[in-house]
């Protein structure tokens, strides 16, 4: 101990940083000295983490007394995050707060007490902040000046804005120059109903970006306009069109699309994955939209590796050819879900060259072995199959792997089977 106290504050301020601040408030009953230095660590995580007898009323006063006895201390980064209700006037206090220290990293993840937090028009001009995270709950009205020239990253979660004036989206992104990775969750009509409401995404250096947008009934235009884009991840219900899609840069998708008939057209969106290098369909409906839309996918010249979720329940496998003819240089194949199956479904053709076949979920029925059997027919190429199978006993184990170890292949395919327990 004598030696830690030889150290200057300044050392121990920096070693105290990576603790939670929960965790490096105790350290304030080790002498006088020690009292309040937890406060004065440049990276503050308040969390009330699994306190579950405590009261909401004694996390407010543990971050007012963090806030007030740093004083006019420089916060560098700030995470707030509580489990129990919070009324609004605390949590924008807070933000109002660390803005006048200089943040440059704010998360906040609070349950708001009644009426949503305000978030202040300050955070919209805010010169310092890098990293800005808040979920759900939050308001605000952007500013005209508004402008945000260090923010790199942006994560919004159920956010409403009360501009009527001009389309917030693409206000906000032209204000955020260096903009990097984007993530806005919940329902997608976050902004009142006018004819400035509009849903173009336009960036030249947005890398990244993830897109929920949860209970939609509307149909506005979606369009990418992001040259730079290396990663998206988007669920949505199809819109009328997509306008403008310039994803040339793309490497990875992980798309969960619902189409409605007679409304939804994603021709464009589908003819500009052309560059695409891993792609997720994360639900059968999205297989479905590329059946329906098949005749505008373009030759997939860069894939190498495509994952198709199954439904629980059935899966259509006339889906699951189309993909295959228009990627001709497919490596790794990813069936996540039940390998179930009907015979009338296997009268298709596989051809294409992968070479890694990767199942999650094997049950061993006699469908699904009977549409094993097909894919090692069909797929050529194979040099590794890997199987994740369900069994409840070391019976169903030995049988599952006898029976796949028996289906004829090619003698350059391996089988490797990892077993995990069924569940009902």
């Not at 937890?38 to 407010?60: K, M, R, V, Y």
């Not at 509580?82 to 924008?92: D, W």
Request: charged share 25%.
């Amino acid at each position: 101990m004598d030696r830690i106290n030889g150290l200057s504050d300044e050392i121990i301020c920096h070693i105290l940083s990576f603790l939670a601040t929960k965790e490096s408030a105790l350290t304030s009953l080790l002498s006088k000295r020690w009292r309040n230095l937890f406060t004065f660590t440049p990276n503050l995580h308040l969390d009330d983490g699994d306190d579950e007898l405590g009261c909401a009323q004694s996390f407010i006063d543990f971050v007012d007394r963090v806030l007030a006895v740093s004083g006019n201390f420089p916060i560098r980064k700030i995470s707030i995050k509580c489990r129990k209700s919070i009324g609004s006037g605390h949590v924008t206090r807070w933000m109002n707060e660390v803005l006048k220290r200089g943040v440059t990293h704010l998360v906040i993840d609070v349950i708001a007490h009644e009426e949503a937090f305000l978030v202040p028009l300050e955070m919209f001009t805010c010169d310092t902040i890098v990293e800005l995270k808040l979920a759900r709950g939050f308001e605000a009205m952007i500013p005209d000046d508004v402008s945000l020239p260090s923010l790199k990253t942006l994560f919004f979660h159920s956010f409403h804005f009360y501009n009527t004036r001009y389309c917030v989206l693409g206000k906000l992104l032209s204000a955020c120059p260096v903009l990097e990775e984007l993530t806005i969750c919940g329902v997608m009509t976050w902004q009142s109903y006018t004819s400035h409401y509009c849903r173009t995404l336009s960036s030249t250096t947005l890398k990244k970006l993830t897109m929920k947008c949860i209970g939609q009934d509307h149909f506005w235009d979606m369009a990418f306009d992001t040259p730079s884009l290396v990663y998206l991840e988007y669920t949505d219900l199809v819109p009328r069109e997509y306008p403008v899609v310039n994803l040339e840069s793309l490497v990875e998708a992980k798309l969960d699309l619902s189409l409605y008939t007679g409304i939804s057209n994603p021709t464009n969106l589908i003819k500009g994955l052309r560059n695409v290098q891993v792609l997720e369909l994360s639900s059968d409906r999205t297989s479905k939209m590329f059946y329906e839309f098949r005749e505008v996918i373009p030759v997939l010249s860069k894939l190498f590796h495509l994952s198709i979720t199954t439904d629980l329940g059935h899966y259509y496998w006339k889906y699951f050819p189309i993909l295959l003819e228009k990627s001709p240089s497919l490596h790794t194949l990813v069936i996540k879900g039940p390998l179930h199956a009907v015979k009338c479904e296997r009268q298709y053709g596989l051809s294409c060259p992968v070479k890694v076949l990767k199942i999650t979920k094997y049950g061993g029925k006699i469908e699904e072995l009977k549409q094993m059997k097909h894919f090692l027919e069909k797929l050529s190429c194979l040099e590794l199959v890997k199987v994740r199978a369900c069994a409840i006993n070391d019976m169903e184990k030995f049988q599952i792997t006898k029976d796949l170890q028996m289906v004829f292949r090619s003698s350059k395919c391996n089988i490797q089977i990892k077993f995990c327990e069924k569940t009902k």
